[in-house]
């Protein structure tokens, strides 16, 4: 269980003046899922494709399964799964000669590659499909079948780069329960997203990037552990009289207070009756309010508080 499956040291990849890798660092353990999180161009597609030697760099190791990883390494190459960010299927064939065709590269045997092909096909949930071209595809079904071409040689470690970009909600979710599948039946997942709820719900690792470097990596409970928020509490209320706002900031644990459009937002840090003291504050000075919630931090709160900016872009 604690065998290093990947190691990167010191890695520096630059494009032109662009540093995309910044002296990154990264070990993943065998039977891991390991996400890589971040925001639009931090680095993740360029750390995969460092890591699988499509991509030379300027400085840095990088061991997979104990030994050097270089362009000609087929013996690695052969054991690892890759599904990229955009599909890479042949249109001219089905989704059976698809799977087929990727599995041929490593499995030579007839016999066990129907096998594979058939259980690859049962894993995504194609059964029904294995005779249609990718065109006839939904964009969610074109994902599974990019997956069932990666992973049908049953590889041991698994490498997914932003899997469910523009998937439906059902697509996305069997997405995710698939890997939890791969890992528990062996495979060691190292799953690059910047939607943080798909890497807090599969992933346990993870390390977020910024700009090409690693800015925290742990589980998420030590990530949220490593920031001051604890808890964010909201409270709609109509009217907020200045000296009562400035009342609740001072209260113990509370170290933001804001009060913008009709909703009091508390941000806490430590304390176990936090909310109970506001309340008792609002009915001190009889004022009514609306909903009330309290939130624990998000990995999103733990990168805007290392980095001072979401994690992700309103439109996702
Ligand atoms: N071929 C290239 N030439 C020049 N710059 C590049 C190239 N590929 C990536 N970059 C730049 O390198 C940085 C890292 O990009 P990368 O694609 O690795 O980020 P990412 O975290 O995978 O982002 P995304 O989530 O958008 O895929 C970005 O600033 C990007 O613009």
Do not use: W
Request: overall charge negative; some cysteine.
């Amino acid at each position: 269980m604690e065998n290093t499956v990947v190691r990167i040291k010191d890695l520096v990849k630059r494009y032109g003046d662009l540093i995309a890798l910044d002296h990154f660092e990264l070990e993943i353990k065998d039977g891991e899922i390991f996400g890589l999180l971040g925001p639009n161009g931090s680095g993740k597609t360029t750390t995969i494709n460092c890591l699988l030697s499509l991509l030379s760099f300027d400085k840095g190791d990088i061991e997979i399964f104990g030994k050097k990883m270089t362009p000609v390494s087929y013996d690695i190459k052969k054991e690892i799964g890759v599904i990229m960010q955009n599909v890479a299927v042949f249109d001219e064939l089905t989704v059976y000669e698809n799977i087929d065709y990727f599995c041929g590269l490593y499995i030579s045997d007839k016999a066990k590659r129907r096998q594979y092909v058939e259980e690859a096909i049962k894993f995504v949930g194609l059964e029904d499909f294995r005779k249609f071209y990718p065109k006839k595809l939904s964009g969610g079904l074109l994902r599974r079948l990019n997956i069932a071409c990666g992973i049908a040689h049953k590889p041991k470690l698994i490498i997914l780069d932003e899997p469910t970009v523009a998937v439906d909600p059902q697509s996305r979710n069997r997405i995710l329960e698939g890997i939890q599948e791969l890992n528990r039946n062996g495979a060691t997942v190292i799953y690059t997203s910047h939607y943080m709820e798909e890497v807090e719900q599969i992933c346990t690792r993870i390390a977020i990037m910024d700009k090409g470097r690693k800015v925290a990596e742990g589980t998420k409970d030590e990530l949220k552990r490593m920031i001051k928020n604890t808890e964010t509490i909201t409270i709609e209320i109509l009217e907020l009289p200045g000296k009562v706002l400035g009342e609740v900031a001072g209260l113990p644990h509370i170290y933001d207070a804001d009060y913008v459009d009709g909703r009091l937002v508390l941000s806490c840090s430590g304390g176990k009756h936090n909310l109970t003291r506001v309340l008792d504050v609002l009915h001190k000075h009889e004022l009514g309010f609306g909903r009330v919630y309290t939130e624990l931090p998000t990995l999103n709160d733990v990168f805007l508080e290392i980095t001072g900016k979401a994690l992700r872009d309103k439109e996702d």
